[in-house]
């Protein structure tokens, strides 16, 4: 508490130069919102990059754009203008950004959903149906790179493996760089007859780490902060039409299972099929899907008695996902722009679904999505899937389905209901869970923002205890933001399309800080300076402490978009069973364990040709010490080109017999980019103690739009000594996406 008494002190001597800067206002009403109108092509417009179509000049441009980064609400110190146009199949955008250097102008990365902090970068959002709160961004940089995102909640949930059909070129300038898109309106839902859509823009000039809009948002949150968004005039009665995909895909694999001599081969046909219902529904039909191109999950160094966490990766399970999430508000959009799943508990969790608990791949026969909004601000989400008998487990039959309803200014509630039912009778079978609950999600004066959810579970042996809530208050801001809240899950709740760790236990939580940006610290290279305090408590339902953890950290956000952190983290903890940190040593016994870690980390400039990364950890864990050191070092000779190389190690003494132990992960991470549409990527990791290395390579060509063909290579490898056969496999997988 020293710490964090110390670092609100010397935040607050900093408090009025802060805020001397101009602030952009952070609620807008349709009479201060900016126009832009569309007008109708009267000559076809080629797409090549370059604004030479009469329309252009014809066409009003959106001007004026106004810093977030680095002083809000003031002129954006480069010009941009942008326009916007259509005929009877798409909506076209055009832009010209003007830049005194155009020799500076940064490219980081030309991949499919490129990463736009690290780079010049273009972006636009369409809100289709005017509600301020959901919509579609399509961003791309100077070399043409593409980038699609859907956004729901004003980004309290955002998906950026959504894809679109649309085409976008660039060419640079002497006097900067130009764009032209072009997105066809049957890849967007909307209401039929809406001759206006909310939109906005973004520039970033990477150089300057400049971030800047047409329509102004605070810099404490994003371009998807679609209330504040700007207006599209002039559409016309367009129409989306039936848009049907048929997405068939043929898979080839031959396997060798590690220490195996032979092969097995394997030859795989499916389908996915997406089709536009009613105005505004979308139908996805998925038919014995296969994953076989999903990256590796990165391996960790798990020093917690708890699983681990990993991320859906998988297609078909993130597209719409943002629909299904029901939980926390996301906080501090400028630097993340989803929220952290909350490992306490994700109340849908799709990675459930076709992974066994052990990593290992169940088949899904089948499944089906429907998304979409009806006219009245309802939004509608259902899923159903079933998974196929494997090495004994049995199949299942699951489903999830989900509204919610805009209430209000960025407002909504909702309902969940989830099913899982083992479809096999016997000791294995009559087996079942139930999830039911309500949500809210509210913007009450102030801007300030309240989450909250209660539900309940049914599962066959069990009556109470089946239940959890959560409620909390956030408030975001330039110069101070805070969290703070409750949740509880009952001695008996189970859900098993969810991720939790704990049940039986009630969590209080705090996550509390400044921002202040002293114009002495700017001289000197630091932006901002960010004091802050993030408090966990749980006890049990009998209100004895379990386990409590508090980070006190100090950040410093430099000028060219590094940062640098001091913190000091106390830790408790009381474990009821044994349990192994380390294979290789003692379990560690029950009982209440006190401890304190000392953290440095930092990462410098990532738009640069190199850069790195490091945590360095030291101080206590458990009954002992520990001194752990996580580091990377990224070279990026250009931006078709990346390397990688990061260390993962934990060196601790704990009080056991076998009280020593040191685990180690190496990892190397690779990509190349041909162009736009033919990228390489290799993963391979390394576990020292096992003499384990994993290898993943993946090639990817993108065809035509939605079609990829892919080639996978995968390798399991011991160098013990002992002559065991690495287990290795090849995939061969191509997909053709055919419209109608």
Do not use: C
């Not at 480069?78 to 009877?88: H, I, L, N, Q």
């Not at 509204?403 to 969940?416: C, E, K, P, T």
């Not at 004066?445 to 205890?465: A, K």
């Amino acid at each position: 508490m020293r710490v964090l008494r110390a670092s609100l002190l010397l935040a607050g001597l900093f408090v009025t130069p802060a805020l001397l800067s101009a602030q952009v206002s952070d609620t807008r009403t349709d009479a201060q919102r900016a126009h832009l109108r569309a007008i109708p092509v009267t000559e076809p417009i080629r797409l090549d990059g370059v604004l030479d179509e009469a329309i252009w000049g014809t066409a009003e441009p959106a001007t004026g754009f106004v810093q977030a980064e680095p002083q809000e609400g003031q002129p954006s110190s480069e010009r941009s203008e942008v326009r916007v146009a259509f005929d009877g199949d798409n909506l076209y955008i055009g832009a010209m950004l003007f830049d005194g250097d155009p020799d500076a102008l940064v490219v980081t990365d030309i991949k499919k959903d490129f990463a736009e902090t690290t780079q010049d970068a273009f972006s636009v959002i369409l809100d289709t149906f005017r509600d301020r709160r959901n919509g579609y961004v399509f961003s791309t940089n100077p070399e043409g790179a593409r980038a699609d995102q859907q956004v729901a909640s004003e980004g309290r949930e955002i998906n950026a493996s959504w894809d679109a059909v649309w085409r976008v070129r660039t060419a640079r300038t002497p006097d900067g760089w130009s764009v032209e898109m072009e997105i066809p309106f049957r890849a967007l839902r909307f209401e039929e007859g809406m001759e206006t859509w909310g939109i906005n823009f973004s520039r970033r000039i990477r150089r300057k780490n400049e971030l800047a809009y047409w329509s102004p948002v605070p810099r404490s949150y994003a371009l998807t902060r679609l209330s504040l968004a700007g207006d599209l005039d002039g559409l016309p009665d367009a129409s989306a039409g039936r848009d049907l995909r048929i997405k068939p895909y043929v898979m080839g694999a031959a396997v060798r299972n590690t220490g195996s001599v032979d092969y097995d081969s394997r030859r795989e046909v499916g389908l996915d099929i997406k089709a536009r219902v009613l105005d505004a529904f979308t139908l996805d039909v998925t038919v014995n899907p296969d994953f076989a191109q999903v990256e590796a999950d990165v391996q960790q160094v798990n020093l917690t008695q708890f699983s681990q966490f990993f991320p859906e990766k998988r297609e078909f399970f993130l597209e719409n996902s943002g629909l299904f999430y029901v939980g926390d508000a996301a906080r501090n959009n400028r630097v993340v722009a989803v929220p952290t799943p909350d490992e306490d508990l994700l109340l849908f969790f799709s990675r459930r679904v076709g992974v066994a608990d052990d990593g290992r791949a169940v088949p899904i026969q089948a499944g089906a999505r429907l998304t979409g909004r009806l006219s009245t601000g309802t939004n509608i989400g259902a899923i159903v899937m079933r998974t196929d008998d494997v090495s004994g487990l049995p199949g299942s039959d699951y489903g999830v389905f989900r509204v919610r309803q805009n209430i209000f200014a960025g407002s909504d509630i909702g309902g969940i209901v989830m099913t899982r039912d083992v479809r096999e009778t016997g000791p294995l079978g009559d087996d079942y869970n139930r999830v039911y609950g309500a949500d809210a999600n509210l913007r009450l004066p102030g801007n300030i923002d309240w989450s909250t959810y209660l539900v309940g579970t049914e599962s066959p042996g069990f009556d109470d205890g089946q239940y959890a809530w959560r409620s909390s208050l956030n408030r975001e801001g330039n110069f101070a933001h805070i969290k703070f809240g409750a949740m509880e899950l009952g001695e008996n709740f189970r859900d098993d399309l969810g991720f939790f760790r704990r049940t039986g236990a009630r969590k209080y939580f705090v996550d509390f800080g400044l921002r202040p940006r002293p114009q002495s610290f700017q001289k000197a290279g630091v932006r901002e300076m960010h004091p802050h305090i993030v408090w966990d408590f749980y006890e049990d339902l009998q209100g004895r402490m379990v386990a409590k953890k508090l980070h006190s950290g100090y950040t410093f956000f430099m000028n060219d978009g590094g940062f640098w952190e001091v913190s000091v983290n106390p830790a408790s903890e009381r474990i009821e069973a044994p349990f192994r940190i380390s294979g290789d040593i003692d379990p560690i016994p029950s009982g209440s364990y006190n401890w304190v870690e000392y953290q440095l980390r930092g990462n410098t400039d990532p738009s640069q040709a190199v850069s790195g990364g490091f945590t360095a950890i030291t101080g206590g864990l458990w009954s002992g010490k520990q001194r752990t050191v996580n580091a990377s070092l990224t070279l990026r000779p250009s931006y078709k080109f990346f390397l990688e190389a990061s260390l993962q190690r934990t060196h601790a003494e704990l009080d056991l017999p076998d009280d020593e132990f040191t685990r180690t992960f190496w990892t190397f991470r690779t990509n190349y980019s041909f162009n736009t549409n033919m990228f390489i990527d290799g993963l391979v990791q390394y576990d020292p103690s096992s003499k384990r290395m994993n290898t993943n390579v993946r090639f990817n060509l993108i065809h035509r739009p939605l079609s990829d063909i892919f080639v996978v290579f995968n390798e399991q490898r011991f160098n013990t000594g002992e002559a065991i056969s690495p287990g290795r496999g090849l995939t061969i997988k191509g997909t053709y996406m055919m419209a109608f």
